[in-house]
Protein backbone atom coordinates (compact mmCIF):
# COMPACT_ATOMS: atom_id res chain seq x y z
CA UNK A 1 0.00 0.00 0.00
CA UNK A 2 1.28 3.14 -1.15
CA UNK A 3 2.43 5.86 1.79
CA UNK A 4 0.31 8.43 -0.04
CA UNK A 5 -3.41 9.47 -0.01
CA UNK A 6 -2.99 9.22 -4.29
CA UNK A 7 -0.56 8.32 -6.88
CA UNK A 8 -1.69 11.30 -8.69
CA UNK A 9 -3.24 15.04 -7.59
CA UNK A 10 -3.75 17.39 -10.20
CA UNK A 11 -4.74 20.70 -9.54
CA UNK A 12 -7.07 22.16 -12.74
CA UNK A 13 -9.20 19.99 -14.49
CA UNK A 14 -8.52 21.77 -18.35
CA UNK A 15 -7.86 20.52 -21.18
CA UNK A 16 -4.15 18.93 -19.79
CA UNK A 17 -5.49 18.31 -16.24
CA UNK A 18 -8.35 16.12 -17.31
CA UNK A 19 -6.23 14.19 -20.19
CA UNK A 20 -3.88 13.34 -17.91
CA UNK A 21 -5.76 12.33 -14.96
CA UNK A 22 -7.85 10.22 -17.31
CA UNK A 23 -4.85 8.56 -18.71
CA UNK A 24 -2.67 8.12 -15.53
CA UNK A 25 -5.93 6.67 -14.33
CA UNK A 26 -6.33 4.38 -16.88
CA UNK A 27 -2.76 3.23 -16.42
CA UNK A 28 -3.74 2.28 -12.72
CA UNK A 29 -2.62 5.04 -10.71
CA UNK A 30 -5.16 6.07 -8.07
CA UNK A 31 -5.98 9.96 -8.73
CA UNK A 32 -7.42 12.87 -7.95
CA UNK A 33 -8.64 16.50 -9.82
CA UNK A 34 -9.58 19.15 -7.88
CA UNK A 35 -11.10 22.15 -9.75
CA UNK A 36 -12.15 25.65 -8.39
CA UNK A 37 -14.56 26.15 -11.03
CA UNK A 38 -15.62 24.46 -13.98
CA UNK A 39 -14.32 20.97 -15.68
CA UNK A 40 -13.44 22.05 -18.63
CA UNK A 41 -11.17 24.91 -18.26
CA UNK A 42 -11.10 27.51 -20.34
CA UNK A 43 -11.29 25.83 -24.01
CA UNK A 44 -14.77 24.00 -23.01
CA UNK A 45 -16.05 26.65 -20.93
CA UNK A 46 -14.88 30.00 -22.06
CA UNK A 47 -12.47 29.72 -24.81
CA UNK A 48 -12.47 27.38 -27.97
CA UNK A 49 -15.70 25.79 -27.89
CA UNK A 50 -18.59 29.05 -27.03
CA UNK A 51 -15.81 30.78 -29.08
CA UNK A 52 -16.07 29.21 -32.26
CA UNK A 53 -20.07 28.34 -31.46
CA UNK A 54 -20.21 32.28 -31.69
CA UNK A 55 -18.08 32.34 -34.89
CA UNK A 56 -20.53 30.08 -36.87
CA UNK A 57 -23.98 32.10 -35.48
CA UNK A 58 -22.35 35.16 -36.46
CA UNK A 59 -21.14 34.12 -39.70
CA UNK A 60 -25.47 33.93 -41.00
CA UNK A 61 -24.88 38.01 -41.27
CA UNK A 62 -23.23 37.38 -43.79
CA UNK A 63 -24.74 34.54 -44.93
CA UNK A 64 -27.84 35.95 -45.12
CA UNK A 65 -26.80 38.75 -47.33
CA UNK A 66 -25.27 36.82 -49.49
CA UNK A 67 -27.80 34.43 -49.83
CA UNK A 68 -29.87 36.85 -52.17
CA UNK A 69 -27.42 36.66 -54.86
CA UNK A 70 -28.29 32.83 -54.62
CA UNK A 71 -31.80 33.46 -55.29
CA UNK A 72 -33.08 33.15 -51.43
CA UNK A 73 -35.47 35.66 -51.26
CA UNK A 74 -34.66 37.14 -47.41
CA UNK A 75 -36.22 40.41 -46.14
CA UNK A 76 -34.36 43.36 -45.89
CA UNK A 77 -34.20 43.41 -42.29
CA UNK A 78 -34.48 41.09 -39.89
CA UNK A 79 -33.54 40.48 -36.33
CA UNK A 80 -30.93 38.51 -34.39
CA UNK A 81 -31.39 37.84 -30.73
CA UNK A 82 -28.22 37.62 -28.80
CA UNK A 83 -29.64 36.12 -26.06
CA UNK A 84 -30.95 33.25 -27.89
CA UNK A 85 -27.32 32.37 -29.15
CA UNK A 86 -26.01 33.00 -25.74
CA UNK A 87 -27.84 30.86 -24.01
CA UNK A 88 -28.13 27.82 -26.89
CA UNK A 89 -24.05 28.14 -26.46
CA UNK A 90 -24.13 27.80 -22.70
CA UNK A 91 -26.55 24.92 -22.77
CA UNK A 92 -24.03 22.97 -25.12
CA UNK A 93 -20.83 24.11 -23.04
CA UNK A 94 -23.07 22.52 -20.27
CA UNK A 95 -23.22 19.29 -21.97
CA UNK A 96 -19.49 19.40 -22.97
CA UNK A 97 -18.81 20.20 -19.18
CA UNK A 98 -20.98 16.72 -18.22
CA UNK A 99 -19.08 15.05 -20.87
CA UNK A 100 -16.10 15.65 -19.16
CA UNK A 101 -16.76 15.14 -15.69
CA UNK A 102 -18.26 11.45 -16.92
CA UNK A 103 -15.14 10.82 -18.55
CA UNK A 104 -13.16 11.72 -15.37
CA UNK A 105 -15.71 9.72 -12.63
CA UNK A 106 -15.91 6.45 -15.93
CA UNK A 107 -12.01 6.13 -15.36
CA UNK A 108 -12.37 6.33 -11.24
CA UNK A 109 -10.91 10.12 -11.23
CA UNK A 110 -12.38 11.36 -7.77
CA UNK A 111 -12.97 15.15 -8.93
CA UNK A 112 -12.86 17.53 -5.70
CA UNK A 113 -14.58 20.89 -6.49
CA UNK A 114 -12.07 22.90 -4.59
CA UNK A 115 -9.32 25.44 -4.74
CA UNK A 116 -5.98 23.05 -3.88
CA UNK A 117 -2.72 24.82 -2.32
CA UNK A 118 0.68 23.25 -2.69
CA UNK A 119 1.91 22.99 0.63
CA UNK A 120 4.77 20.86 0.03
CA UNK A 121 6.72 18.52 -1.99
CA UNK A 122 3.64 16.14 -1.78
CA UNK A 123 1.09 17.88 0.13
CA UNK A 124 -1.62 19.70 -1.09
CA UNK A 125 -4.21 22.00 1.09
CA UNK A 126 -7.79 22.12 0.30
CA UNK A 127 -9.65 25.17 0.36
CA UNK A 128 -12.30 23.24 2.97
CA UNK A 129 -8.93 22.24 5.47
CA UNK A 130 -8.39 19.01 4.23
CA UNK A 131 -4.86 18.26 3.92
CA UNK A 132 -3.95 15.67 1.52
CA UNK A 133 -0.73 13.97 0.05
CA UNK A 134 0.23 12.69 -3.72
CA UNK A 135 3.23 10.81 -4.91
CA UNK A 136 3.28 13.12 -7.85
CA UNK A 137 1.57 16.75 -8.69
CA UNK A 138 0.59 17.48 -11.41
CA UNK A 139 -0.34 21.89 -12.02
CA UNK A 140 -2.55 22.39 -14.86
CA UNK A 141 -4.11 25.43 -13.77
CA UNK A 142 -3.83 27.28 -16.80
CA UNK A 143 -4.04 31.15 -17.82
CA UNK A 144 -6.10 34.03 -17.33
CA UNK A 145 -6.66 37.06 -19.18
CA UNK A 146 -4.26 39.92 -18.41
CA UNK A 147 -5.15 43.25 -17.62
CA UNK A 148 -3.42 46.30 -18.00
CA UNK A 149 -3.03 47.96 -14.84
CA UNK A 150 -4.42 51.43 -15.56
CA UNK A 151 -7.24 53.63 -13.96
CA UNK A 152 -10.53 52.74 -15.10
CA UNK A 153 -10.06 48.54 -15.86
CA UNK A 154 -12.29 47.38 -13.56
CA UNK A 155 -14.64 48.90 -15.94
CA UNK A 156 -14.09 46.87 -18.97
CA UNK A 157 -14.30 42.95 -19.22
CA UNK A 158 -12.11 40.38 -20.66
CA UNK A 159 -13.01 37.24 -22.94
CA UNK A 160 -14.19 35.40 -19.84
CA UNK A 161 -17.34 37.47 -19.61
CA UNK A 162 -17.99 38.10 -23.54
CA UNK A 163 -19.87 34.86 -23.17
CA UNK A 164 -22.39 36.26 -20.39
CA UNK A 165 -23.49 39.50 -21.72
CA UNK A 166 -26.36 40.76 -21.35
CA UNK A 167 -26.91 42.49 -25.33
CA UNK A 168 -24.41 42.95 -27.89
CA UNK A 169 -22.64 46.23 -27.31
CA UNK A 170 -23.67 49.08 -29.68
CA UNK A 171 -19.87 50.28 -29.57
CA UNK A 172 -17.16 48.58 -28.60
CA UNK A 173 -13.61 48.99 -28.13
CA UNK A 174 -11.55 45.86 -27.85
CA UNK A 175 -7.41 46.32 -26.76
CA UNK A 176 -4.53 44.18 -28.54
CA UNK A 177 -4.64 42.87 -31.75
CA UNK A 178 -3.68 38.93 -31.26
CA UNK A 179 -6.10 35.73 -31.17
CA UNK A 180 -9.04 36.93 -29.50
CA UNK A 181 -8.89 40.67 -30.53
CA UNK A 182 -9.53 39.43 -34.29
CA UNK A 183 -11.73 36.53 -33.47
CA UNK A 184 -14.26 38.47 -31.11
CA UNK A 185 -13.62 41.45 -33.31
CA UNK A 186 -15.04 39.30 -36.05
CA UNK A 187 -17.85 38.39 -33.96
CA UNK A 188 -19.03 41.31 -32.60
CA UNK A 189 -19.07 43.55 -35.81
CA UNK A 190 -20.69 40.81 -37.60
CA UNK A 191 -23.66 40.67 -34.76
CA UNK A 192 -23.69 44.55 -35.66
CA UNK A 193 -21.54 46.22 -33.14
CA UNK A 194 -18.98 49.00 -34.16
CA UNK A 195 -15.86 47.83 -33.29
CA UNK A 196 -12.40 49.73 -32.65
CA UNK A 197 -9.39 47.68 -32.17
CA UNK A 198 -6.57 50.11 -30.59
CA UNK A 199 -3.34 48.27 -30.43
CA UNK A 200 0.02 49.66 -28.73
CA UNK A 201 1.94 48.16 -31.61
CA UNK A 202 1.21 48.15 -35.40
CA UNK A 203 1.59 44.08 -36.03
CA UNK A 204 -1.86 42.22 -35.85
CA UNK A 205 -1.09 38.68 -34.86
CA UNK A 206 2.53 39.03 -34.19
CA UNK A 207 4.27 35.57 -35.23
CA UNK A 208 1.78 34.86 -38.37
CA UNK A 209 2.77 34.93 -41.88
CA UNK A 210 2.81 39.30 -42.66
CA UNK A 211 0.75 38.61 -46.16
CA UNK A 212 -1.51 36.80 -44.22
CA UNK A 213 -2.05 39.06 -41.65
CA UNK A 214 -1.92 42.13 -44.12
CA UNK A 215 -4.50 40.78 -45.90
CA UNK A 216 -6.71 40.39 -42.88
CA UNK A 217 -6.26 43.63 -41.75
CA UNK A 218 -7.11 45.16 -45.02
CA UNK A 219 -10.13 42.45 -45.03
CA UNK A 220 -11.54 43.55 -41.56
CA UNK A 221 -10.82 47.57 -42.76
CA UNK A 222 -12.93 47.04 -45.46
CA UNK A 223 -15.58 45.39 -43.56
CA UNK A 224 -15.52 48.44 -41.40
CA UNK A 225 -13.80 47.75 -38.16
CA UNK A 226 -11.08 49.96 -37.33
CA UNK A 227 -7.76 49.90 -35.68
CA UNK A 228 -5.58 52.68 -34.17
CA UNK A 229 -2.07 51.83 -33.87
CA UNK A 230 0.54 53.10 -31.55
CA UNK A 231 -1.63 53.29 -29.09
CA UNK A 232 -1.05 52.93 -25.57
CA UNK A 233 -3.93 52.18 -23.17
CA UNK A 234 -4.11 54.93 -20.79
CA UNK A 235 -7.91 54.82 -19.20
CA UNK A 236 -11.62 54.21 -18.50
CA UNK A 237 -13.28 56.51 -17.33
CA UNK A 238 -17.86 56.16 -16.85
CA UNK A 239 -19.42 59.15 -17.89
CA UNK A 240 -22.44 60.20 -16.71
CA UNK A 241 -24.71 58.63 -19.04
CA UNK A 242 -22.97 54.98 -18.35
CA UNK A 243 -21.05 55.65 -21.95
CA UNK A 244 -17.01 54.36 -21.58
CA UNK A 245 -14.60 56.90 -22.59
CA UNK A 246 -10.98 55.30 -23.44
CA UNK A 247 -8.06 57.37 -23.60
CA UNK A 248 -4.89 56.15 -25.08
CA UNK A 249 -1.21 57.54 -26.45
CA UNK A 250 -0.91 59.37 -29.88
CA UNK A 251 -4.83 59.42 -30.54
CA UNK A 252 -7.97 60.59 -29.78
CA UNK A 253 -10.31 59.68 -26.60
CA UNK A 254 -13.19 56.98 -28.08
CA UNK A 255 -16.52 57.06 -26.48
CA UNK A 256 -17.94 53.34 -26.46
CA UNK A 257 -20.71 51.28 -24.32
CA UNK A 258 -18.14 48.05 -23.80
CA UNK A 259 -14.13 47.90 -23.70
CA UNK A 260 -12.55 44.39 -23.67
CA UNK A 261 -8.99 43.10 -22.60
CA UNK A 262 -7.19 40.99 -25.47
CA UNK A 263 -3.59 41.92 -24.33
CA UNK A 264 -2.53 38.29 -23.70
CA UNK A 265 -3.05 35.47 -21.28
CA UNK A 266 -1.01 35.09 -17.51
CA UNK A 267 -0.19 31.65 -15.58
CA UNK A 268 -2.23 30.98 -12.90
CA UNK A 269 -0.24 30.55 -10.46
CA UNK A 270 -0.69 32.96 -8.29
CA UNK A 271 -1.42 32.03 -4.51
CA UNK A 272 -0.96 27.91 -5.76
CA UNK A 273 1.79 27.84 -2.77
CA UNK A 274 4.34 26.24 -5.17
CA UNK A 275 7.38 28.09 -3.32
CA UNK A 276 6.47 25.92 -0.62
CA UNK A 277 7.61 22.70 -2.96
CA UNK A 278 10.55 24.87 -4.12
CA UNK A 279 8.69 24.88 -8.07
CA UNK A 280 10.27 27.79 -9.79
CA UNK A 281 8.28 30.50 -11.88
CA UNK A 282 9.70 32.44 -14.70
CA UNK A 283 9.54 36.00 -14.99
CA UNK A 284 5.98 35.53 -16.34
CA UNK A 285 5.17 34.05 -13.26
CA UNK A 286 5.15 30.44 -15.33
CA UNK A 287 6.01 26.82 -14.34
CA UNK A 288 9.36 26.02 -15.45
CA UNK A 289 9.92 22.53 -16.75
CA UNK A 290 11.89 20.49 -18.52
CA UNK A 291 11.07 18.08 -21.80
CA UNK A 292 9.08 15.93 -19.97
CA UNK A 293 7.08 18.52 -18.38
CA UNK A 294 9.15 18.08 -14.39
CA UNK A 295 9.57 21.38 -12.58
CA UNK A 296 12.13 22.28 -10.55
CA UNK A 297 10.78 20.01 -7.40
CA UNK A 298 11.30 16.16 -8.29
CA UNK A 299 7.59 15.25 -7.67
CA UNK A 300 5.64 18.24 -9.25
CA UNK A 301 4.67 18.37 -12.93
CA UNK A 302 3.28 20.80 -15.00
CA UNK A 303 1.40 20.82 -18.34
CA UNK A 304 -0.42 23.40 -20.52
CA UNK A 305 -0.90 26.87 -20.31
CA UNK A 306 0.66 27.51 -16.56
CA UNK A 307 3.78 26.47 -18.37
CA UNK A 308 3.38 29.34 -21.36
CA UNK A 309 5.36 27.01 -24.04
CA UNK A 310 2.91 26.90 -26.53
CA UNK A 311 -0.59 28.37 -25.27
CA UNK A 312 -3.31 25.67 -27.53
CA UNK A 313 -5.39 23.32 -26.07
CA UNK A 314 -4.45 20.31 -28.51
CA UNK A 315 -0.52 21.13 -26.96
CA UNK A 316 -2.07 20.90 -23.86
CA UNK A 317 -3.53 17.70 -24.13
CA UNK A 318 -0.61 16.19 -25.77
CA UNK A 319 1.49 17.36 -22.80
CA UNK A 320 -1.09 16.00 -20.48
CA UNK A 321 -0.89 12.76 -22.43
CA UNK A 322 3.02 12.69 -22.42
CA UNK A 323 2.65 13.51 -18.64
CA UNK A 324 0.68 10.18 -17.90
CA UNK A 325 2.25 7.71 -20.43
CA UNK A 326 5.84 8.60 -19.08
CA UNK A 327 4.90 8.87 -15.42
CA UNK A 328 2.41 6.02 -15.17
CA UNK A 329 2.37 4.21 -18.15
CA UNK A 330 6.14 3.15 -18.74
CA UNK A 331 6.13 4.59 -21.89
CA UNK A 332 8.25 7.76 -21.91
CA UNK A 333 7.43 10.06 -24.07
CA UNK A 334 7.74 14.08 -25.23
CA UNK A 335 5.73 16.16 -27.35
CA UNK A 336 7.17 17.49 -30.43
CA UNK A 337 6.73 21.08 -30.97
CA UNK A 338 8.06 21.12 -34.22
CA UNK A 339 5.33 22.69 -37.10
CA UNK A 340 2.04 22.48 -34.62
CA UNK A 341 -0.92 23.99 -36.76
CA UNK A 342 -2.71 27.37 -35.09
CA UNK A 343 -5.60 29.17 -36.52
CA UNK A 344 -7.40 32.18 -35.63
CA UNK A 345 -10.98 32.24 -36.34
CA UNK A 346 -11.33 35.78 -37.87
CA UNK A 347 -13.81 36.67 -40.49
CA UNK A 348 -12.50 35.04 -42.83
CA UNK A 349 -10.48 32.68 -40.58
CA UNK A 350 -6.48 32.46 -41.04
CA UNK A 351 -4.52 29.89 -40.69
CA UNK A 352 -0.35 28.30 -40.55
CA UNK A 353 2.40 26.02 -39.96
CA UNK A 354 5.71 26.24 -39.83
CA UNK A 355 8.31 29.11 -40.88
CA UNK A 356 6.67 32.49 -41.92
CA UNK A 357 8.70 33.90 -45.36
CA UNK A 358 10.64 36.22 -43.01
CA UNK A 359 11.13 33.21 -40.23
CA UNK A 360 12.90 31.37 -43.27
CA UNK A 361 14.92 33.83 -44.38
CA UNK A 362 16.44 34.90 -41.44
CA UNK A 363 17.07 31.43 -40.71
CA UNK A 364 18.38 30.19 -43.74
CA UNK A 365 19.31 33.18 -45.99
CA UNK A 366 16.68 32.27 -48.55
CA UNK A 367 13.71 30.49 -49.30
CA UNK A 368 11.54 29.76 -52.55
CA UNK A 369 7.90 31.26 -52.39
CA UNK A 370 4.95 29.88 -53.84
CA UNK A 371 1.76 31.77 -53.18
CA UNK A 372 -1.89 31.84 -54.60
CA UNK A 373 -4.31 35.22 -54.64
CA UNK A 374 -7.75 34.09 -55.85
CA UNK A 375 -10.81 35.32 -55.36
CA UNK A 376 -13.21 31.95 -53.89
CA UNK A 377 -16.25 31.43 -56.14
CA UNK A 378 -18.52 31.86 -53.80
CA UNK A 379 -17.60 35.13 -53.07
CA UNK A 380 -17.57 35.79 -56.88
CA UNK A 381 -21.17 35.35 -57.26
CA UNK A 382 -22.27 37.08 -53.84
CA UNK A 383 -20.72 40.16 -55.42
CA UNK A 384 -18.30 39.91 -52.20
CA UNK A 385 -14.99 41.67 -52.88
CA UNK A 386 -12.73 39.50 -50.71
CA UNK A 387 -9.76 37.68 -51.96
CA UNK A 388 -8.11 34.16 -49.68
CA UNK A 389 -4.64 33.83 -49.76
CA UNK A 390 -1.96 30.99 -50.05
CA UNK A 391 1.37 30.99 -49.29
CA UNK A 392 3.74 27.89 -49.24
CA UNK A 393 7.59 28.91 -47.83
CA UNK A 394 10.19 26.58 -49.24
CA UNK A 395 13.46 25.23 -49.19
CA UNK A 396 15.29 27.15 -51.56
CA UNK A 397 17.66 23.84 -52.56
CA UNK A 398 15.23 20.76 -51.90
CA UNK A 399 11.70 22.32 -52.28
CA UNK A 400 10.83 20.77 -48.96
CA UNK A 401 7.79 22.72 -47.89
CA UNK A 402 8.97 24.65 -44.48
CA UNK A 403 5.67 26.26 -44.20
CA UNK A 404 1.97 27.10 -45.28
CA UNK A 405 -0.10 29.79 -44.43
CA UNK A 406 -3.73 30.52 -45.75
CA UNK A 407 -6.30 33.36 -45.07
CA UNK A 408 -9.96 32.40 -46.87
CA UNK A 409 -13.21 30.31 -46.36
CA UNK A 410 -12.51 27.46 -44.74
CA UNK A 411 -8.87 28.27 -44.14
CA UNK A 412 -8.54 26.01 -40.79
CA UNK A 413 -9.95 22.92 -42.03
CA UNK A 414 -7.92 22.87 -45.18
CA UNK A 415 -4.57 23.25 -43.14
CA UNK A 416 -5.47 21.06 -40.84
CA UNK A 417 -5.14 18.05 -43.77
CA UNK A 418 -2.23 20.47 -45.39
CA UNK A 419 -0.37 20.16 -42.13
CA UNK A 420 0.01 16.55 -42.54
CA UNK A 421 1.78 16.51 -45.25
CA UNK A 422 4.00 19.34 -43.83
CA UNK A 423 4.85 17.76 -40.97
CA UNK A 424 5.72 14.61 -43.44
CA UNK A 425 8.45 16.82 -44.46
CA UNK A 426 6.69 16.57 -48.28
CA UNK A 427 8.40 18.76 -50.94
CA UNK A 428 6.54 21.36 -53.53
CA UNK A 429 6.76 18.55 -55.94
CA UNK A 430 4.69 16.24 -54.12
CA UNK A 431 1.78 18.84 -53.69
CA UNK A 432 2.29 19.36 -57.48
CA UNK A 433 1.81 15.81 -58.58
CA UNK A 434 -1.10 15.56 -56.64
CA UNK A 435 -4.51 16.19 -58.89
CA UNK A 436 -6.24 19.16 -57.94
CA UNK A 437 -10.12 18.35 -56.95
CA UNK A 438 -11.89 20.97 -58.94
CA UNK A 439 -13.86 22.71 -58.05
CA UNK A 440 -12.71 23.58 -54.19
CA UNK A 441 -10.53 26.45 -52.54
CA UNK A 442 -8.23 23.58 -51.32
CA UNK A 443 -6.89 22.55 -54.95
CA UNK A 444 -5.30 25.68 -54.92
CA UNK A 445 -2.67 24.10 -52.67
CA UNK A 446 -1.55 22.16 -56.01
CA UNK A 447 -1.47 24.63 -58.35
CA UNK A 448 0.72 27.72 -56.33
CA UNK A 449 3.19 29.56 -58.79
P1 LIG B 1 -2.01 37.32 -28.06
O1 LIG B 1 -0.70 37.02 -27.49
O2 LIG B 1 -2.49 36.62 -29.27
O3 LIG B 1 -2.10 38.89 -28.36
C1 LIG B 1 -1.90 39.84 -27.37
C2 LIG B 1 -2.11 41.20 -27.95
O4 LIG B 1 -2.10 42.15 -26.89
C3 LIG B 1 -1.03 41.63 -28.91
O5 LIG B 1 -1.61 42.43 -29.90
C4 LIG B 1 -0.07 42.46 -28.03
O6 LIG B 1 0.58 43.48 -28.72
C5 LIG B 1 -1.03 43.08 -27.05
N1 LIG B 1 -0.46 43.29 -25.73
C6 LIG B 1 0.21 42.40 -24.98
N2 LIG B 1 0.55 42.94 -23.80
C7 LIG B 1 0.09 44.20 -23.81
C8 LIG B 1 0.13 45.27 -22.89
N3 LIG B 1 0.72 45.16 -21.71
N4 LIG B 1 -0.45 46.45 -23.25
C9 LIG B 1 -1.05 46.57 -24.45
N5 LIG B 1 -1.13 45.59 -25.35
C10 LIG B 1 -0.56 44.43 -25.04
O7 LIG B 1 -3.02 37.16 -26.82
P2 LIG B 1 -4.58 36.84 -26.72
O8 LIG B 1 -4.99 37.42 -25.43
O9 LIG B 1 -5.31 37.24 -27.95
O10 LIG B 1 -4.61 35.26 -26.65
C11 LIG B 1 -3.83 34.57 -25.68
C12 LIG B 1 -3.36 33.24 -26.21
O11 LIG B 1 -4.44 32.35 -26.24
C13 LIG B 1 -2.82 33.28 -27.63
O12 LIG B 1 -1.47 33.57 -27.67
C14 LIG B 1 -3.14 31.91 -28.13
O13 LIG B 1 -2.06 31.07 -27.90
C15 LIG B 1 -4.34 31.47 -27.32
N6 LIG B 1 -5.54 31.54 -28.16
C16 LIG B 1 -5.64 30.73 -29.24
C17 LIG B 1 -6.74 30.77 -30.05
C18 LIG B 1 -6.80 29.90 -31.25
O14 LIG B 1 -6.08 28.91 -31.30
N7 LIG B 1 -7.62 30.20 -32.25
C19 LIG B 1 -7.86 31.67 -29.78
C20 LIG B 1 -7.66 32.49 -28.63
C21 LIG B 1 -6.54 32.41 -27.86
P3 LIG B 1 2.00 43.30 -29.43
O15 LIG B 1 1.76 42.59 -30.71
O16 LIG B 1 2.46 44.68 -29.60
O17 LIG B 1 2.85 42.51 -28.49
Redesign the pocket.
Known sequence: MSDYDYDLFVIGAGSGGVRAARVSAAHGAKVAIAEEYRVGGTCVIR??VP?KLLIYGAHFAEDLKDAKRFGWNVPDTYDFDWKVLRDNVMEEVDRINGAYTNTLTNHDVEIIAERAEVTGPHNVKLAGGREITAKTILIATG?R??V?DCPGAELGIT?NEAFHLDAVPKRILI???????N?FAGIFHQLGAHVTLI???D????GYDESIRDRLLQISMMKGIEFRFHA??QGIEQLDDGCLKVSMSGHEPITVDCVMF????EPNTEGLGLANAGVELDAKGAVVVDDDNRSTCDSIYAVG?VTNR????PVAIREGQAFADSVFGGKPTRVDYENIP????SHPPMAGVGMTESEAKNKLGSCKVYTSDFRPMKNVLAGRNERALYKMVCDSDTGKVLGLHMIGPDAPEILQAAAIAVKAGLTKDAFDQTVALHPSMAEELVLMR
Open positions: GCKAPSPSAGAGYIAENRSVILREFATGRDVQLTAAVF
